[in-house]
């Protein structure tokens, strides 16, 4: 085995959604951890990583995973100054200057370089600084790191930005509120989970779609006849609708296209068919595609299925249950309802319902892993992986295939 493929087997990859102002995502941040720097040094970090970025580029195709969008990658003076950031495709990549950066005429003069090889360029974690002034004719982006910033600094700064031609990025957005508030202060750019925080409503009722479909996957957990499946489908023909609208876009290698429910029931097989019916809970409508919960959902369920598939390789149920885990998980979010109430809505598998409510047992500390690597928490997730007996290598080559099978779902159902 090569030095480089050591490298890529001992990093840690986290992927960030960056939404626009109606939610959909428009690029991602990509973080990497290489596994061999100690905590003590992690603000080397950068430097000592910066050919497994372009490896992990080249070799692992990570430009694949971002779906047609950009990635933005945090760089610091001496990566910005190496050669080697020049190996990485500029069609895909966002530059992103780290505060930490003292800018001088060196700087200003590279990144002018960089900018006319095709690169685009942001601005990291900003709070004012003439210095800074320069680079507003360069970049593109500027952001603010929310919770370091105070909500007078803040307005103060946004307005003197809007002297520039520059989209404005809000990172760490909390919840919506927050998002609604940075909006109305003219920010162009979202960066957070705030889209998959519950925001759960007394008395809110879940619309009939939804119930039906949470109805539907009881059906198929207990093994349904598949004419009463397909009658349930029946009494709401938009879920019809988006089951075939699904089922013919995911590639089966068929020469015809599925055109009956009862078809689409048997061509799919219990298995698959599950899997759409939780996936179409986060899809009422095509513009619904770019529900940002929708990608999470995919890529948490595929990659709790993925790891599940290392960890029990002919365990085929407990596959289907951690894929199952993955989705569940998010549904107070979609649905604005207690995941408690939720659960009571499905017959669940007891250890299914404990790795939901309480991360226990190997699907909850499967879920907790997902969780962790969603925030690019690498120390917790490293932690847990050594628990669980699974490599970093294991998880990279399961994160990445995930990624791939979410953006595949998104695009095909466009």
Request: negative net charge.
């Amino acid at each position: 085995m090569s030095e480089s493929e050591n490298d890529l087997q001992d990093i840690f990859l986290g992927r960030q959604p960056i939404l626009d102002r109606d939610n959909h995502i428009v690029a991602y941040e990509l973080l990497f951890r290489s596994g061999q720097v100690a905590d003590a040094h992690v603000h080397d970090d950068l430097q000592a990583s910066a050919q497994v970025i372009v490896q992990a580029f080249s070799e692992r195709d990570i430009a694949s995973v971002l779906g047609g969008k950009k990635g933005f990658i945090n760089v610091s003076a001496d990566l910005l100054m190496s050669d080697i950031l020049e190996l990485l495709p500029s069609d895909k990549v966002v530059i992103e200057l780290l505060e930490t950066i003292q800018i001088d005429e060196r700087i200003i003069g590279r990144c002018r370089e960089l900018k006319e090889m095709g690169f685009h360029m942001a601005l990291d974690d900003f709070v004012g600084g003439a210095q800074f002034v320069p680079l507003f004719e360069i970049v593109e982006v500027v952001k603010f790191d929310l919770p370091l910033i105070k909500p007078a600094d803040l307005k103060k700064n946004v307005t003197y930005l809007k002297h520039w031609p520059l989209q404005l990025l809000a990172e760490k957005v909390e919840d919506f509120e927050q998002a609604n508030h940075c909006k109305d202060l003219g920010f162009d750019l979202f960066q957070g989970y705030y889209f998959a925080r519950p925001a759960v409503l007394s008395g809110k009722r879940t619309d009939a779609s939804k119930l039906a479909l949470m109805k539907l996957v009881g059906l198929v957990l207990n093994d349904a006849e598949t004419t009463e499946i397909e009658q349930a489908f029946k009494h709401d023909p938009s879920l019809s609708f988006n089951l075939l609208r699904l089922v013919n876009s995911v590639a089966m290698g068929m020469s015809h296209k599925i055109s009956s429910l009862k078809h689409a029931i048997i061509v799919l097989g219990r298995q698959q068919l599950q899997r759409w019916l939780q996936l179409l809970l986060f899809v009422n409508q095509s513009s619904d595609i770019h529900n940002p919960l929708l990608e999470l959902a995919a890529t948490r369920g595929r990659l709790m299925e993925l790891l599940a598939t290392v960890q029990a390789k002919r365990d085929k149920d407990y596959h289907d249950r951690a894929f199952m885990v993955g989705i569940i998980s998010l549904l107070d979010s979609l649905l604005g309802m207690p995941l408690n109430e939720i659960i009571k809505q499905v017959n669940l598998s007891s250890d299914v319902e404990e790795a939901l409510r309480e991360h226990s047992g190997p699907l909850g500390s499967l879920l907790l892993l997902v969780k962790k690597m969603e925030q690019s928490d690498f120390d917790a997730a490293a932690v847990i992986l050594d628990e669980m007996h699974l490599s970093r290598a294991d998880l990279t080559q399961a994160q990445l295939e995930a990624m791939r099978w979410a953006n595949d779902l998104k695009e095909l159902a466009e």
